[in-house]
């Protein structure tokens, strides 16, 4: 039996998530390898490449750019400072802040682990070429903020 064209049209979003959530997985197991070489996981990953490239920031700024709930930012920071590779202090001007920043040995690391990184996810979405690589995150940044902006169903 064929299917209406408004019955066709309407099961779009839902392809849409599906060939979205199978893009990401795609994507996503290039970016675990890539950094699992370097003995770290995703989360470390970014704390150190947030470091690394914005300098010394907040332990909220940092959890805040890398997208992860605080109890998990806690456990990889600690993680991180009991293998060297981040170091704390307190804030000078406000005491219930603490800011974290590579040390030479975290630094070293991601030296060395971002650029294969970054070369594993040009090759992860080579398929596409530039133009629609810069159109797709056009698309998916319009895709996220609007989802976020839609009240979340009723349980």
Partial sequence: MKRSPSAARADVPLKLW????????????HSRASIARFGLGTTEF?????L?????????????????ESSSTTYVVDKLY?????RR???ATDRRVTLLALTTTGRRLIERSFPPHAAAMRRAVGALPP?????????LRALGT??????????
Wanted: with cysteine; net charge positive; aromatic share 4%.
């Fill in 18 to 29: 599906i060939v979205l959530a199978r893009a990401f997985d795609a994507v996503n197991r």
């Fill in 52 to 68: 690394y490239h914005k300098g010394e920031l907040p332990v909220c700024e940092v959890q805040r750019r890398i997208l992860v």
């Fill in 146 to 155: 609007g989802a976020a902006l839609q009240p979340l169903a009723e349980p």
């Fill in 46 to 50: 970014g704390v150190l490449e947030v």
């Fill in 82 to 86: 009991e293998r060297g590779l981040v």
């Fill in 131 to 139: 133009r629609e690589q810069a159109q797709a995150v056009r698309l």
């Fill in 89 to 91: 202090r307190p804030s």
